[in-house]
């Protein structure tokens, strides 16, 4: 009979298999849509918010993880996480849109990094499996993808279509969570395999999402006569429009 622990250990193996390669194949999708976009200052307010954004998320959850009600867990972890890395869309609400693009993944990387040093750091203390550090990495990787399509389809869609990323990232967060949540709250190893099924086959789509976000991502570039208007304005606010041809 297939016990939820040995199905868990399993889905890690796929995780960091499977899921390590989906990351490494998003991050070039988005990296190539990055480097279209001019340099801008993103590192410190990226990391401010994706601290503001874990105190937010951890705050949240919280009621949820002294219930230890973990199936619903998984599924706020999901909605909560996704949303509080879009914190720059509101801080910067007046920045142009590809460098709130920009601020919403630093936001996202920053949140997976420090949320992945404290759970690190834990299985360390607790003298957990090693390979749950690869596990770890490659949630860090997965946070700022999910961030990365979220954003996406929020600047570069129209209508409802600009939900698609973020619903997508809230869900396949959510079942990224629920497999090793259900076996902590008890359900058969059969109900955990179908969940680790479903989180698998998100995995396998995440690489297809990451690629049309950063497509989309593309009406974002600004182009030359913006450029030269923005760079107008800027000269006239400091007196040196008579330099500008």
Do not use: C
């Not at 809230?170 to 109900?191: E, F, N």
């Not at 297809?208 to 600004?222: F, H, Q, R, T, Y």
Request: no cysteine; charged share 20%; proline share 4%.
């Amino acid at each position: 009979m297939l016990t939820p622990e040995k199905v868990i250990e399993y889905y890690f193996g796929i995780i960091t298999v499977v899921g390590g390669l989906s990351v490494l194949l998003a991050v070039k999708y988005t990296l190539q849509r990055w480097r279209s976009f001019p340099e801008s200052g993103w590192k410190v307010q990226g990391f401010a918010l994706g601290i503001l954004g874990l105190v937010i998320a951890s705050v949240l959850e919280a009621p949820l993880l002294f219930l230890k009600t973990w199936v619903a867990l998984a599924f706020a972890a999901g909605i909560i996480e996704e949303s509080v890395k879009l914190l720059p869309l509101k801080f910067f609400e007046r920045s142009p849109e590809w460098e709130k693009w920009k601020l919403v993944i630093g936001a996202g990387l920053f949140l997976g990094v420090i949320e992945g040093i404290m759970y690190t750091a834990g299985i360390f203390a607790l003298n957990q499996e090693p390979y749950l550090v690869a596990v770890r990495i490659v949630l860090m990787g997965l946070h700022t993808i999910w961030a990365a399509i979220s954003v996406g389809f929020l600047l570069g869609e129209r209508g409802w279509k600009r939900f698609t990323g973020l619903v997508f990232s809230m869900i396949a967060h959510a079942l990224y969570d629920l497999p090793s949540l259900a076996m902590v709250d008890g359900y058969s190893g059969t109900v955990v395999a179908y969940l680790a099924g479903l989180s698998t086959g998100f995995l396998l789509v995440t690489p297809l999402m990451a690629k049309k976000a950063a497509e989309l991502a593309g009406k974002l570039v600004p182009r030359k006569d913006e450029e030269t208007e923005k760079i107008r304005e800027d000269a006239g606010e400091t007196g040196e429009i008579s330099a500008l041809p």
